[in-house]
């Protein structure tokens, strides 16, 4: 672990101390898994804006994936 030192606006502390609280973990915890969860958000997009310019790039041929139809049981 490594220590740090960040400024905040007063208003947001007081907001992050009261989700803390209530989530009964530290603030640094909290601020620590609030830090994660934008990144694994910011990582998600990426791969979806990825995943949708390769689609514009190279778009689905009509009757592509027929082989597959039956593979999936709709019910």
Do not use: H
Request: net charge negative; glycine share 4%.
């Amino acid at each position: 672990m490594k220590t740090i030192r960040i400024t905040i606006d007063e208003a947001l502390l007081i907001k992050v101390d009261q989700a803390a609280r209530l989530k009964r973990i530290s603030r640094s915890q909290f601020i620590c898994k609030a830090l994660e969860d934008f990144i694994q958000q910011r990582t998600a997009e990426e791969l979806e804006q990825n995943q949708a310019e390769g689609y514009l790039r190279q778009p689905v041929i009509s009757g592509e994936f027929d082989v597959w139809k039956s593979e999936q049981p709709w019910g």
